[in-house]
Antibody
Framework: QVQLVESGGGVVQPGGSLRLSCAAS????????MHWVRQAPGKGLDWVAF????????YYGDSVKGRATVSRDNSRRTVVLEMSSLKPEDTALYYC????????????WGQGTLVTVSS | EIVMTQSPATLSVSPGERATLSCRAS??????LAWYQQKPGQAPRLLIY???TRATGIPARFSGSGSGTEFTLTISSLQSEDFAVYYC?????????FGPGTKVDVK
């Protein structure tokens, strides 16, 4: 079955950077687009980024555009989200998700990794 | 950027009753609309994609309808496990956007 395991969360100072990873298993990773979605404590879902199956196209949400970079390594079945110039409002649980069988919606989700931006 | 709105923000329903949740997009998203259910401490779960197609394993009491800018998620007879927050999500245009959510709680 699909498994997505995020890692790399922790406490980061404002202005700092983070690197989150998502390890995938149970499906053909090299054929799947991958998303990052975040959720601030007690708040709704905020779509962050998407990378196509081959890494040729990348899209970003307005809240992170210019500060985020998504990448993938199909040989290692891993997708990475890097963010810089972090702000307290970037504090959230960051989920990675696999695209759906019939479209670019988020079909399967990991359990998330928590990022706290605080001094 | 497309703006997604959901109504009501909170819906209080008794078990066994019908629940109707609405989602509106500021411009057409065709049928590229998904619904997710999220319970406390859990990741979101895909319920509906393509506005009306149930995801694998989703009970038939969940149904989606609509196209363009107006969408509805209906839960025909609420079960105890259905009390949760529900999000609509457009995946027609970049950037993708989630609605703010509707919380379904016990009346």
């Amino acid at each position: 079955q699909v498994q997505l395991v995020e890692s790399g969360g922790g406490v980061v100072q404002p202005g700092g950077s983070l690197r989150l990873s998502c390890a995938a298993s149970g499906f053909t990773f090299s054929s799947s687009g991958m998303h990052w979605v975040r959720q601030a404590p007690g708040k709704g879902l905020d779509w962050v980024a998407f990378i196509t199956y081959d890494g040729s196209k990348k899209y970003y949400g307005d809240s992170v555009k210019g500060r985020a970079t998504v990448s993938r390594d199909n040989s290692r079945r891993t997708v990475v989200l890097e963010m810089s110039s972090l702000k307290p409002e970037d504090t959230a649980l960051y989920y990675c998700a696999k695209d759906g069988l019939y479209g670019d919606y988020e079909g399967d989700w990991g359990q998330g990794t928590l990022v706290t931006v605080s001094s | 950027e497309i703006v997604m709105t959901q109504s009501p923000a909170t819906l209080s329903v008794s078990p066994g009753e019908r629940a109707t949740l609405s989602c509106r997009a500021s411009q057409s998203v065709s049928s590229n609309l998904a619904w997710y259910q999220q319970k406390p401490g859990q990741a979101p779960r895909l319920l509906i994609y393509g506005a009306s197609t149930r995801a694998t394993g989703i009970p038939a009491r969940f149904s989606g309808s609509g196209s363009g800018t107006e969408f509805t998620l209906t839960i025909s007879s609420l079960q105890s496990e259905d009390f949760a927050v529900y999000y609509c999500h457009q995946y027609n245009n970049w950037p993708f956007i989630f609605g703010p959510g509707t919380k379904v709680d016990v009346k």
